[in-house]
């Protein structure tokens, strides 16, 4: 006797079931109505065809297609200045019997192409989108679709600054003298301090302006500039070297057993610096290890950026970086210095010009492939400080290799107009949730037009529209201008790229 599988069988009678089920449909109603009708008149595929005239690799650019709202469009858009005047297009239906493709015209007479009959006619997206009008195969659903080719209207696609704003800073103050941030555990915390009075403000989102401001006693002498965060508490020394430790947030310090004449940063447990010497040479120095050795007289003693720790796969230990500063006879220093784990060493290829107290960021650019796929990738940003010739830098510079080379950074990621030239400042980055509402505390800086196609997205049949993402902001504490004057206001940015509401 023949044994049949049980799994078998129950497909065996599954399919019996459909086909009764279909027979029943056919003569209940000869002529159903067909309750997939935007399959019917579905578009399978869109494709530019190949034109090296226009643009290498055109036919490999990536187009999405929206069945919900009927939109077929290229959510990375083709470099500022690609010619859409004149592109032939590729596509695939379901079975239909009409595809005609609606060109406006300059004079409000549109041109129609019969897709069916002249597929390899140039369609000109330079007027914006063009309608694709489909008729089923059985001739009773229509659709009509917008296809759009983006370009785009912007310099490309790298870095440029996009939501700009500021509020005021988060002190009771009323005339503060200096203004220092830094970040430790995921909290913001912004130190401000006048001729009598001193604060420490803590917020675990700057966005928001949720600071919770505190009056403090800090001690003699103490350098609000020289805080700076390690793993488990916040350091900063006096004006006699004498290293000071805080383990609640800045709001009280005591003296440790060491000195240090500048502070780099965090690393790890512990914390790295310089020491004078009497001879006016500098050594390395750490807590709680001690003196490591002397510091080269191209390295820099004072005035570097605060210290950016990462990890990679080409060492074991973690790496600390600084840029800037200058070294023991008073020269301005470029190049970016580093600490493996156990020495220092210059590993800039090509560096940025010489200055005292810039900035230094870890961040975001965005690259596209010869396909037209676009990458995030970490970055490092420099910016602000003091040049030799006594002016102050304003050029934003970027690294996409983790400080070794660095170049100017596009006319876009340079500062807004508004935003002030700074030496001294101090940067933080903090991811915020972006959504049609700004928070009503950041007054908002005049900033390039959005492409309004990135700003109108339709969400999926029966899905919740995204209408909020998170972004990492830049904000901009303290400083001084070239009149000496304090920067009294925190300034936030962060990458127009960043900005675009994700595909759904």
Same mark, same amino acid.
């Given at each position: 006797?023949?044994?049949?599988?049980?799994?078998?069988?129950?497909?065996?009678?599954?399919?019996?079931?459909?086909?009764?089920?279909?027979?029943?449909?056919?003569?209940?109603?000869?002529?159903?109505?067909?309750?997939?009708?935007?399959?019917?008149?579905?578009?399978?595929?869109?494709?530019?065809?190949?034109?090296?005239?226009?643009?290498?690799?055109?036919?490999?650019?990536?187009?999405?297609?929206?069945?919900?709202?009927?939109?077929?469009?290229?959510?990375?858009?083709?470099?500022?200045?690609?010619?859409?005047?004149?592109?032939?297009?590729?596509?695939?239906?379901?079975?239909?019997?009409?595809?005609?493709?609606?060109?406006?015209?300059?004079?409000?007479?549109?041109?129609?192409?019969?897709?069916?009959?002249?597929?390899?006619?140039?369609?000109?997206?330079?007027?914006?989108?063009?309608?694709?009008?489909?008729?089923?195969?059985?001739?009773?659903?229509?659709?009509?679709?917008?296809?759009?080719?983006?370009?785009?209207?912007?310099?490309?696609?790298?870095?440029?600054?996009?939501?700009?704003?500021?509020?005021?800073?988060?002190?009771?103050?009323?005339?503060?003298?200096?203004?220092?941030?830094?970040?430790?555990?995921?909290?913001?915390?912004?130190?401000?301090?006048?001729?009598?009075?001193?604060?420490?403000?803590?917020?675990?989102?700057?966005?928001?302006?949720?600071?919770?401001?505190?009056?403090?006693?800090?001690?003699?002498?103490?350098?609000?500039?020289?805080?700076?965060?390690?793993?488990?508490?916040?350091?900063?020394?006096?004006?006699?070297?004498?290293?000071?430790?805080?383990?609640?947030?800045?709001?009280?310090?005591?003296?440790?057993?060491?000195?240090?004449?500048?502070?780099?940063?965090?690393?790890?447990?512990?914390?790295?610096?310089?020491?004078?010497?009497?001879?006016?040479?500098?050594?390395?120095?750490?807590?709680?290890? =001690? @003196?490591?050795?002397? /510091? &080269?007289?191209?390295?820099?003693?004072?005035? %570097? $950026?605060?210290?950016?720790?990462? !990890?990679? #796969?080409?060492?074991?230990?973690?790496?600390?970086?600084?840029?800037?500063?200058?070294?023991?006879?008073?020269?301005?220093?470029?190049?970016?210095?580093?600490?493996?784990?156990?020495?220092?060493?210059?590993?800039?290829?090509?560096?940025?010009? =010489? @200055?005292?107290?810039? /900035? &230094?960021?870890?961040?975001?650019?965005?690259? %596209? $492939?010869?396909?037209?796929?676009? !990458?995030? #990738?970490?970055?490092?940003?420099?910016?602000?400080?003091?040049?030799?010739?006594?002016?102050?830098?304003?050029?934003?510079?970027?690294?996409?290799?983790?400080?070794?080379s660095w170049t100017s950074a596009g006319e876009l990621m340079q500062l807004p107009s508004? @935003?002030?030239?700074?030496?001294?400042?101090?940067?933080?980055?903090?991811?915020?949730?972006?959504?049609s509402r700004a928070a009503s505390a950041w007054r908002s800086l005049e900033m390039p037009?959005?492409?309004?196609?990135?700003?109108?997205?339709?969400?999926?049949?029966?899905?919740?529209?995204?209408?909020?993402?998170?972004?990492?902001?830049?904000?901009?504490?303290?400083?001084?201008?070239?009149?000496?004057?304090?920067?009294?206001?925190?300034?936030?940015?962060?990458?127009?790229?960043?900005?675009?509401?994700?595909?759904?």
């Amino acid at each position: 006797m023949k044994r049949y599988n049980p799994l078998y069988m129950m497909l065996v009678a599954l399919c019996g079931l459909f086909v009764f089920s279909a027979c029943n449909d056919s003569d209940d109603n000869d002529d159903p109505v067909d309750d997939s009708a935007e399959f019917a008149v579905m578009v399978k595929t869109f494709s530019l065809n190949a034109d090296d005239s226009i643009l290498s690799n055109l036919d490999q650019v990536y187009f999405s297609i929206d069945l919900n709202t009927a939109t077929v469009f290229n959510a990375d858009s083709l470099p500022l200045g690609t010619r859409v005047d004149s592109l032939g297009v590729s596509m695939t239906f379901s079975s239909v019997s009409v595809a005609d493709i609606t060109m406006p015209g300059s004079n409000g007479q549109d041109t129609v192409v019969n897709y069916l009959q002249n597929s390899s006619e140039a369609i000109d997206f330079s007027r914006g989108y063009v309608s694709l009008h489909l008729v089923s195969a059985n001739e009773k659903v229509e659709r009509d679709y917008r296809i759009f080719v983006n370009v785009h209207k912007m310099k490309p696609d790298s870095l440029a600054w996009g939501d700009a704003s500021w509020s005021a800073c988060p002190t009771t103050i009323s005339d503060p003298e200096v203004i220092h941030a830094v970040d430790f555990a995921g909290k913001a915390i912004c130190f401000a301090a006048g001729v009598n009075e001193s604060t420490v403000a803590l917020s675990s989102n700057p966005a928001n302006n949720d600071w919770d401001v505190k009056s403090v006693t800090l001690p003699a002498g103490f350098v609000v500039n020289s805080v700076v965060a390690a793993s488990d508490a916040l350091y900063a020394r006096d004006e006699n070297d004498n290293l000071l430790k805080s383990t609640d947030n800045g709001l009280s310090w005591t003296a440790v057993n060491a000195k240090m004449s500048h502070i780099y940063g965090g690393y790890g447990a512990m914390v790295l610096g310089t020491l004078k010497q009497s001879d006016g040479t500098y050594d390395y120095v750490s807590y709680p290890e =001690g @003196v490591s050795g002397k /510091v &080269l007289t191209s390295a820099p003693v004072d005035a %570097t $950026s605060s210290a950016v720790t990462y !990890t990679s #796969e080409w060492s074991t230990t973690p790496m600390m970086i600084v840029i800037g500063g200058r070294t023991a006879a008073g020269e301005h220093v470029g190049a970016v210095w580093a600490f493996d784990g156990s020495q220092w060493a210059a590993i800039s290829s090509t560096s940025i010009p =010489g @200055v005292a107290a810039p /900035v &230094l960021i870890p961040y975001f650019a965005f690259k %596209t $492939s010869e396909n037209w796929i676009v !990458t995030k #990738e970490s970055v490092l940003l420099a910016f602000g400080g003091d040049l030799a010739d006594g002016t102050l830098s304003r050029t934003v510079y970027v690294s996409y290799d983790r400080g070794t080379s660095w170049t100017s950074a596009g006319e876009l990621m340079q500062l807004p107009s508004a @935003v002030p030239t700074l030496s001294g400042a101090s940067a933080l980055v903090f991811e915020n949730t972006i959504s049609s509402r700004a928070a009503s505390a950041w007054r908002s800086l005049e900033m390039p037009v959005m492409p309004a196609w990135f700003s109108v997205r339709s969400s999926a049949r029966g899905i919740k529209p995204i209408e909020s993402w998170e972004c990492p902001y830049i904000y901009l504490f303290g400083g001084n201008t070239s009149g000496g004057e304090l920067n009294t206001r925190v300034w936030r940015g962060l990458i127009n790229r960043l900005m675009f509401k994700p595909l759904q």
